[in-house]
Structure formats: C-alpha cells, structure tokens
C-alpha cells in the first residue's frame, strides 16, 4: 500500500539552528512530492512541490527539499529556524495523479527554543 | 490568505446526529477534495468532486457523502455520526489552470459527543 513516512514525530531545534524534516515515500517510479506546514488551529499551507526536473526545490520562507530517488526521500531543510516556524509539517504525495488526491505522512512537531 | 472558507468553524454534535460542512473556494476551482484530520494524525482523503461528479473516494463507509454545485462550492454531510468522526475536516481545492497547486481552507473541527 501507498505510503508516506516521516520518521520524526517530535524535533526541538534552537532558533538561528538548521533543520532537516525526514519523509519517505513509497508510490510510483515518478512521484509527486508535496511540504505542507500547519500552524495550530490552521488548515494547511504549502512550502514547495517536486514533480520533476532539478531535485532540490525552493519553496516559500526560506525552505528547501531535496528529491533523493535511491533513497526514497524528500527531505525539508532550513538553514537557521526562526520561532515562527513552530509547526506542524506534513509531507505528502499524490496517490493518484489522476484525481490529484494526497496521502499525507502523520506529520513533525517543531518545536523552537529561544 | 488561500480563498477557501469553510463553515462553520467550530461545532459540536452528538453521537447518531447528522452533520453538513460547507466549504467555498476561489472563482474557477472546480476541483474540491475533503480530507479528514484526527487529532494527532495526518489528514486522509474522503472524496473529490470535479464538476459536481464524485470523482474519487477513500475509505471512508458511504454516510460521508457530498456535494458539489455550479458555483463550485461544496458540502460533506455526515450521516449517523460516531465518535470517531471527531475531527478536523478540510476542503480543499484547484483549478484546470494548475491543478498540481492544492489550497486548503483552514477547516471545520467537529466534536461528537
């Protein structure tokens, strides 16, 4: 079965401190790869996507995510973590590319110490 | 600022009662999933309706059901509620233009008592 997997379910970064977010997948020879941040008591906002080309992709307030084939994964980076970035992050991809429906990983609680 | 509204925000039911979750989205989005969210969880896909057509459902037993009208909007009823239908429930939402860019709304928590 499709899945989406984020190994971390809690990571506590220092403010100014990099931070890498794990997720692996399991769909497709060409899969659709989706960051999306949740704040609390918000619905869901998206970083960035990958669909093809260039593996690292840029997305919005300074994240990135690297596209790794042979390791399944599509990793979400951030050189220094401000505190606002406390949130919920959920990686996902589509399960159908049809219907363009995700499957969501269960999500990483950062938490951001001053 | 994403253009999808749901309503309403907040409500609390109690267990056997029926529930209708409304959701609204941008001018030409006539694509719109719904996405359950449990505490603690990541959201799971119910449904997707485009052009008022179910397109695409998840495993979800059929008392989730939905709508989709011409404008576009779109519901999720809820029928013979459980306690485990306490969640947050997402509309989502996209158009032709660009349909690999998904814009959620901020949800509808429901509570069942």
């Known amino acids: 079965a499709q899945s989406v997997t984020q190994p971390d379910i809690h990571i506590t970064v220092s403010e100014g401190a990099s931070l890498e977010l794990r997720c692996n997948y399991s769909y497709g020879a060409t899969p659709y790869l989706f960051w999306y941040v949740q704040s609390p008591g918000q619905g869901l906002q998206l970083l960035l996507k990958y669909f093809s080309g260039d593996t690292l992709v840029q997305g919005i307030k300074g994240f990135e995510a690297e596209f790794k084939r042979s390791q399944s994964s599509f990793n979400l980076r951030k050189p220094s973590v401000h505190w606002s970035d406390a949130a919920e992050y959920f990686c996902a991809e589509y399960m159908d590319t049809g219907r363009r429906a995700l499957t969501f990983g269960s999500g990483t609680r950062l938490q951001v110490q001053p | 600022e994403t253009g999808v509204t749901q309503s309403p925000t907040h409500l609390i039911k109690t267990r056997g009662q029926q529930v209708t979750l409304r959701c609204s989205s941008q001018?030409?989005?006539?694509?719109v999933s719904w996405y359950q969210q449990a505490l603690g969880q990541g959201p799971q896909f119910i449904f997707q309706y485009y052009r008022e057509e179910e397109n695409g459902r998840g495993n979800f037993p059929p008392r989730f059901s939905g709508l989709q009208f011409p404008n576009y909007s779109s519901e999720l009823n809820v029928n013979a509620l459980e306690l485990d239908d306490s969640a947050l429930y997402l509309c989502?939402?996209?158009?032709?233009?660009?349909?690999?860019?998904?814009?959620f709304g901020e949800g509808s928590w429901l509570t069942v008592v």
């Open positions: 989502a939402s996209s158009a032709d233009r660009d349909r690999n860019t998904i814009y």
């Open positions: 001018s030409g989005h006539n694509t």
